[in-house]
């Protein structure tokens, strides 16, 4: 692990901490462009904006118990990074802890939620279902994501919320449980949540938020910006309604270099927010 500049207020030791927060700064299977490997300092340096104090769910973050462990080494190949993070994630989830991870690109929620086993459900946030086999000749592509999420913890305990660039070849090829964002944009987040948490089976949820589920005009910093998303105020009454059944969370593909500030703030402002529902302390 490489140290550097905290999250704000991770102040405890690893052995103390309930929350362990890890930046995992890859970005190589990126397809359109990249930049999301500056995601983890841009976003916590970010975090700095914040009061300690969350008025609306009448605690602070101050009095969490939150480690930042730094970033995960430089790697080349995704298959090395996966194996990487998955040992390191395995160390916060085998200690009962609750793992934080800050992308880089899709691919870093593969390990994450490997640590955890089989019986989990995963929820993600993303304008793209992230449904394929392979991408590029890459099993562990960020376009793999929910696909390999499926098969460890099953088609049934899979959902995206927000999609909605697919093609037809991932179309014809089967999609996994999704509430696109148009109707979402028609109907609201609250048909949504009820969908996605009626569909996964498992009690325990892994939250997985890819900035570009949320709008551009909210998050222009990303790689595949696409129109017609969801508001962050969605994210946030998702995260409520998951709640303490919230067990791991990461937020990924923030590329700084096409930010105005805007999208790593939301990054950081999600993270703490899922450490203020989750509630372990
Ligand atoms: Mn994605
Ligand atoms: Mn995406």
Do not use: W
């Not at 969490?64 to 790697?75: I, N, R």
């Not at 394929?132 to 994501?145: T, W």
């Not at 991932?170 to 979402?184: K, M, Q, R, Y």
Request: charged share 25%.
């Amino acid at each position: 692990m490489i140290p550097g500049v905290s999250f704000a207020d991770a102040e405890h030791s690893f052995e103390d901490a309930d929350y362990v927060i890890m930046g995992v700064p890859f970005d190589r299977t990126t397809s359109f462009r990249a930049g999301c490997r500056d995601g983890p300092h841009a976003v916590r340096k970010a975090s700095y904006n914040f009061e300690m104090h969350l008025f609306e769910h009448g605690h602070d973050i101050g009095d969490l118990k939150v480690h930042d462990m730094g970033d995960l080494e430089d790697h080349v190949q995704v298959d090395h990074m996966v194996e990487s993070a998955y040992i390191e994630t395995s160390r916060i989830v085998d200690a009962g802890k609750f793992p934080i991870t800050i992308g880089g690109e899709h691919s870093v929620t593969i390990p994450a939620v490997k640590a955890f086993g089989d019986g989990i459900s995963v929820i993600s946030v993303d304008a793209h279902t992230d449904f394929r086999q392979e991408y590029m000749g890459l099993g562990n592509s960020h376009a793999c994501v929910m696909r390999r999420c499926a098969d460890q913890v099953g088609e049934g305990n899979v959902a995206v919320i927000g999609a909605r660039s697919i093609s037809k070849e991932e179309e014809d090829a089967g999609l996994p449980f999704f509430v696109d964002s148009f109707s979402i944009l028609d109907h609201g987040i609250e048909q949504a949540i009820d969908k996605v948490l009626d569909h996964i089976g498992n009690d325990r949820v892994y939250l997985t938020v890819d900035i570009d589920g949320v709008d551009p005009a909210f998050a222009p910093g990303t790689g595949t910006p696409e129109p017609f998303g969801i508001t962050p105020y969605d994210v946030k009454k998702l995260m409520g309604a998951i709640g303490e059944r919230m067990v791991g969370f990461d937020v990924v593909e923030v590329s700084p270099p096409y930010d105005n500030g805007s999208t790593a703030a939301l990054a950081a402002r999600l993270i703490r927010e899922a450490m203020a529902v989750s509630r372990k302390e």
